[in-house]
């Protein structure tokens, strides 16, 4: 599976690399800049929290849907066209979305921003196997990880900071990130490439390599299953914990904002922590569900303990539980028997497909129950489809090189 020694491997992967990097940083600020400042976009506009929800998780649905079509398109055009066009999507929907003064209108900017990260999907990880070696993977994907996190971290931390200073305008806060995400694409159109001898492969296997072929692949089933879990109570919580603070336990814009922040600021050295663990040992599955119990608890303390100290100990283990399983999670299905990057790029697009779909739902669900039955509730109840990632996860096959010795170690004993 691998492409070839990392001692051949060539030097403009770190230019790819360091561009995937500021991309994915981006890509997580423009998605959920709204969630921090979700008091005055409601007020402004006049809507409610299932309206808002939906400003959220209108882009879940977008990616649940585009995603599919990415895989499709990565496969015959290649990951970084696929990719490009993605990019420019979602800076031009962030940027549209600060000049933006009704409800529908922002809604309409975040469907072209939903789009574009739809496409995105599918393309770094494929872009990733092309340019590193097999044995890279699991502390290229380690990284990638951790910084997903420092932007979801960064996001919380620095937004309402943002706001303040742009004379508490959420439209000129959203501009900002917009025109963030239009340098990273202008990057990428001057400096991304994709590796020539990734393209003549794909180009020879493409009559093996089909989203039908990747869709029947067991652990690409499993790991669907597991996002789908994951994600839905994630964004859940990550949309809605910052009004739960303010509204149950008497905080403040800015320290709700911070408080929340606790889980991706944690989650940033637990991925890495977790990465490099599973590349050293060389197993993947105790990074996976262990993790999901670990995000379980979290929830749940998060919601029922009422004291500063027992909340951000939650968030911890959330951080943890939600993280410290990406790097294994993106080299398991790298490893998965028969995986090559032509077939690599539809697979992400189908577990994050169907994993963002429950996180279009969740908010959308939630915000609509919330008149009923209350935010606490909601959030409480929610945390029953966290069980998803944990079975589903325990079901999957163990790829990683640590297996052979487990077999080793175990056949003695069956002797």
Known sequence: MANGPESGAPAYRWIIEALVIVMLIVQVMAWLAPAPILAPIVASLHIGMAQFGLVISIISLCIGIFSFLGGALTERYGALRIL???????????????????????????????VGYGLMIGPPAALVMEWFGEREW?????????????????????????????????HRTLTCYGLSALFVAILWTVLGRQRPSSIAVGQTTHSRSSLAEVLRMRGVILMSIALFGGMWVFQLYTSFLP????????????????????????GIFAAGLGGVANGIVGLRKPFLWPMAILALIGYLAAILLTEITGISTGLVLVGIGASGGLAATATLMMELPGMTPAKLGPAFATIWAVGYTGAFISPILGGFLVATVGLRNVLLF??????????AMYMLPETGPGRRSLAMAASPAGH
């Open 84 to 114: 490009l066009i993605g990019i420019w999507l979602l800076a031009c929907g962030e940027i549209a979305s600060g000049f933006t003064n009704r409800y529908g209108m922002l809604l309409l900017c975040r469907v072209v921003e939903g």
């Open 138 to 170: 699991p502390y290229i994907n380690t990284v990638n990880s951790m910084i997903a996190y420092l932007g979801l971290a960064a996001l919380f931390a620095v937004t309402p900071r943002i706001f303040h200073a742009l004379g508490s305008s959420w």
């Open 243 to 266: 009004e739960f603070f303010r509204e149950y336990r008497g905080l403040g814009l800015e320290e709700a904002s911070s408080l929340t922040g606790l889980l991706p600021l944690t």
């Open 382 to 391: 929610a945390v029953i489809l966290q069980v998803l990632p944990i079975i």
